[in-house]
């Protein structure tokens, strides 16, 4: 079974507020939503808690139990930021890492195989915890076998050095019985419902009947119940290390003095450029332009351009078009030797996102005319279509088959079309298909959100809109003589109706579309 750890930088608002804030050290501090009366206490520390001010009060009725309370908003992109770099951090010593979207502070990192790399987890475990002190953060560290066990445990450890080890699952869950509900994310109204039950701890807790907790507590309770249980399998989903939205190419044989040329070049960076930015679900909001010039005897020089259209955008021509303008005013004199172009990117609205790509025409001549001199120059068997034969993995159950001709498409009968009326004549027959579309090579999918309320699990395309719902999964296992393959598929329906065909490696980790279904 793989070794799974979880990493709780405990209160992360309330440690990033005290290192802002280093002389409120030893005082009753709290973060609150708004710096007014009617704002509400998020965190808390020890010394707040003992004067009975807690997390849900009002901080106008804390100030009355505490006059010398601290208070102060802090930022979620403040949060956010600091959440991104312990991330960096954790990297340096595991490659996978996954955030928690729900509590910041919260991480699970992959622990498997890393016995080969220390001489002990435990060794492995105390060094990301003082990697993390060395950043100014206090973390606990747990490491154990299901995602729900090390939470719980990282949650309520109170060893001296911050670090627990389980060294089987059996330890594990004898643990995380005994594990007060209170270190748990539970809402203090949950909680106090819970406790009139006698219900205190882990244990007590999980004994409880999963029907009744659906319908007393909702769905947030009823989850955090199954995944206690271990009924709700959630396997890691760490995130990727974003690549950054910048391209660059030198010019080592010639100095290009002609902006038509140049121009001609700077497309092809910014199109790799809105291809980044488009896949984060991001538009432009700035580009950069460097131009490094030729100093002939002396140093290079370089100009630096900015761009920034009337609305961030994904449209290449736009952006491009901006910087023909800069150009044409632009001395080229002594020769550009190198460009280097970057975009500043935020988040983009769904409207933006479904405007970036734009759906062609069919053409049947022009598609007959281009594949004739595809078959004229690289031979007949160039040019095929697919047909079905026997195999294991979804890429050995076709074959290309040359053909002649491009097959005519066969009209799909679509939900509501009218019958024609009498006299007019009758269309060709309609015919219900379904075609299961499959990619040349399995595509990386963004992590899937383990929240069951949560609905913005997005795909590639963002015209398809996010997830809304996912049947299976069918498990594929085999190849253990050769390669082992273990592939969970499961077709998704997204939010514009389209279906596709997704699988979860087990062994990289991560979810990938194979097709779709149309």
């Not at 869950?173 to 005994?178: L, P, W």
Request: proline residues 7%.
């Amino acid at each position: 079974m793989d070794r799974l750890a979880c990493v709780d930088v405990a209160e992360l608002p309330l440690q990033i507020l005290l290192g802002r804030s280093p002389e409120w050290a030893g005082e009753a501090v709290v973060v609150v939503d708004e710096d007014r009366p009617q704002g509400t206490i998020l965190w808390a520390n020890e010394l707040a808690r003992k004067q009975r001010v807690l997390p849900g009060l009002r901080y106008a009725t804390a100030l009355s139990l505490v006059r010398g309370l601290r208070a102060s908003v802090v930022p979620h992109a403040a949060v956010g930021a600091v959440v991104a770099g312990l991330v960096r951090t954790l990297r340096r010593l595991t490659p996978n890492v996954e955030p928690s979207l729900d509590e910041p502070g919260i991480f699970w990192l992959d622990a498997a195989g890393l016995e080969l790399l220390h001489a002990t987890l435990t060794g492995w475990a105390e060094a990301v915890r003082e990697a993390l002190g060395a950043e100014g953060y206090a973390a606990s560290v747990a490491v154990g076998f299901s995602r729900f066990g090390t939470y719980a445990a990282a949650r309520s450890t109170r060893s001296t050095r911050g670090v627990t080890v389980f060294e089987d699952a059996e330890r594990e869950r004898e643990r995380v019985g005994r594990v007060p509900l209170a270190r748990l994310g539970l809402s203090p109204r949950v909680r106090e419902r819970l406790d009139r039950l006698g219900v205190r701890t882990v244990g007590e807790f999980v004994a409880l009947p999963p029907g009744g907790l659906l319908k007393r507590y909702g769905v947030e309770v009823h989850g955090l119940h199954r995944m206690a249980r271990g009924d709700l399998f959630a396997p890691l989903a760490p995130v990727r290390e974003e690549a950054a939205a910048a391209a660059a190419e030198a010019f080592d044989d010639f100095e290009e003095r002609d902006a038509h040329r140049l121009l001609f070049r700077l497309k092809r960076l910014l199109d790799q450029i809105v291809r980044i930015v488009a896949e984060r679900h991001a538009v432009v909001v700035e580009l950069r332009l460097c131009l490094r010039f030729d100093g002939g005897v002396g140093a290079a020089t370089e100009q630096v351009h900015r761009f920034r259209p009337a609305a961030p955008t994904l449209d290449t021509a736009l952006l491009l078009d901006l910087v023909r303008l800069r150009l044409e005013s632009v001395d080229l004199g002594l020769g550009v030797i190198a460009v280097e172009l970057a975009a500043q990117e935020v988040a983009a609205t769904p409207e933006q996102l479904r405007l970036f790509a734009l759906i062609p025409r069919r053409d049947q001549a022009a598609a007959e005319r281009a594949l004739a001199r595809i078959r004229a120059e690289l031979g007949d068997g160039a040019v095929g279509f697919y047909a079905e034969r026997s195999g294991h993995l979804p890429k050995a159950r076709y074959a290309l088959v040359p053909a002649e001709r491009l097959r005519p498409p066969r009209r799909v009968l679509r939900e509501g079309e009218a019958t024609p009326l009498p006299g007019q004549p009758r269309p060709p027959r309609a015919m219900r298909v379904l075609v299961r579309r499959i990619l040349p090579r399995p595509e990386a999918l963004p992590s899937r959100p383990r929240d069951p309320r949560n609905d913005g699990w997005q795909t590639r395309n963002p015209r398809q809109g996010p997830v809304v719902a996912v049947i299976g999964p069918y498990i594929l296992s085999g190849g253990w003589w050769q390669a082992e393959v273990h592939r969970e598929y499961a077709f998704a329906r997204t939010l514009r109706g389209d279906v596709l065909w997704v699988f979860y490696d087990r062994r990289r980790r991560r979810w990938f579309e194979q097709g779709r279904v149309d």
